[in-house]
């Protein structure tokens, strides 16, 4: 079984500009949810999307959206991009929402905005 | 006052020593996850438990739901287990403390 993939693995952008990042998550998870970790900070909720609907979102602004595509891949778009953007986006796929479903992360996208 | 804490911030230990983390929280909570992240980001999922305690390895995690406590014990502890250290709870949206840095020298 394939893990959870995310691309690309660095990006550089500009502030004002928009990014799209990308997560296939583990064969047979229907269930991803996205967090940003700024540095020295833990992860923070981004939202999660269950079977190609959000399922819950943190205190993120709405300039962050996302989309889970029919094969539970997602992506997290961030539009008119901040400095305060700048972080490692990490993306978890589980089996299923709630708490009997194990984690299972990608190695993240570390954004620079400048 | 973070909803979820961990101690030490860092810890340094010798190859070999028994290493304890802790991990205390003020929400009510479903389950209690202690994840692994190396320096190069990726997030290692270790223990998932809602009860009582669980062992793999050389890796052994407590909880104690009525105190809202956690610990991550490290038996033996090798330079290989030199990374960050992460406690969270939740279910569908995770509250993650800042972890523990942990560095074993030889």
């Known amino acids: 079984e394939t893990g959870v993939t995310q691309s690309p693995t660095h990006l550089i952008k500009t502030r004002g500009q928009q990014v799209t990042l990308r997560c296939s998550s583990q064969?047979?998870?229907?269930?991803v949810s996205w967090y940003q970790q700024a540095l020295g900070q833990g992860p923070q909720f981004i939202f999660q999307?269950?079977?190609?609907?959000?399922?819950g979102r943190g205190n993120f602004p709405p300039r962050f959206s996302g989309l889970q595509f029919p094969n539970y891949s997602s992506e997290l778009n961030v539009n008119a991009l901040e400095l305060d953007d700048s972080a490692l986006y990490l993306c978890?796929?589980?089996?299923?929402?709630?708490?009997?479903?194990?984690?299972?992360f990608g190695n993240g996208t570390r954004l620079t905005v400048t | 006052k973070n909803e979820v804490e961990q101690s030490p911030q860092n810890l340094t230990a010798q190859e070999g020593e028994f290493i304890t983390i802790n991990c205390s929280y003020s929400v009510g909570i479903s389950a209690l996850h202690w994840l692994q992240q190396h320096p190069g980001g990726g997030i290692v999922s270790l223990f998932m438990?809602?009860?009582g305690k669980k062992k793999h390895g050389r890796l052994i995690a407590t909880i104690n739901i009525q105190e809202k406590h956690s610990s991550l014990h490290i038996t033996a502890s090798h330079p290989r287990d030199s990374a960050v250290y992460i406690c969270?709870?939740?279910?569908?949206?995770?509250?993650f403390g800042t972890g523990t840095r942990l560095q074993v020298f030889p």
């Open positions: 999307y269950y079977r190609e609907e959000e399922n």
């Open positions: 064969s047979g998870h229907n269930t």
């Open positions: 978890a796929s589980s089996l299923n929402r709630g708490n009997n479903s194990p984690l299972h």
């Open positions: 969270a709870v939740g279910a569908d949206k995770l509250i």
């Open positions: 438990l809602s009860s």
